[in-house]
Nanobody, 127 residues
Framework: QVQLVESGGGSVRTGGSLRLSCVASGVDYGNTCMSWFRQAPGTERERVAAIGRDDYVQYADSVKGRFTISRDSAKHTLYLEMNNLKSEDTGMYFC?????????????????????WGQGTQVTVSS
């Protein structure tokens, strides 16, 4: 059974940095797409970063150059390094996994392709 537990959220000033972690148990890293989503109040969840087979990564345009996704299979952990944070980055951040494409991450960033979700960690960016 896959279990995902996020941590590392908090409150930071604009321009600051945070590193989110997601401990992922029960995951076959070589055959699983792992992603970070975020959701601001009153909006739908959006995928911000994904890492799949061969560690191929994808980013939402809004975070390119500022966020870095990575994973460490030995530590069973997915990471999201977030730099130069903006107020629009505020939201609940979730990690999620998908096994629907043999380890590759779907180009379609829709949450419908994802099978397991964590409970989320809150990120608040203020000036």
């Amino acid at each position: 059974q896959v279990q995902l537990v996020e941590s590392g959220g908090g409150s930071v000033r604009t321009g600051g940095s945070l590193r989110l972690s997601c401990v992922a148990s029960g995951v076959d890293y070589g055959n699983t797409c792992m992603s970070w989503f975020r959701q601001a109040p009153g909006t739908e969840r959006e995928r911000v970063a994904a890492i799949g087979r061969d560690d191929y990564v994808q980013y939402a345009d809004s975070v390119k150059g500022r966020f870095t996704i990575s994973r460490d299979s030995a530590k069973h952990t997915l990471y999201l390094e977030m730099n130069n944070l903006k107020s629009e980055d505020t939201g609940m951040y979730f990690c999620a996994t998908s096994n629907q494409f043999r380890g590759y991450c779907p180009r379609d960033p829709s949450e419908k392709w994802y099978d397991y979700w964590g409970q989320g960690t809150q990120v608040t960016v203020s000036s």
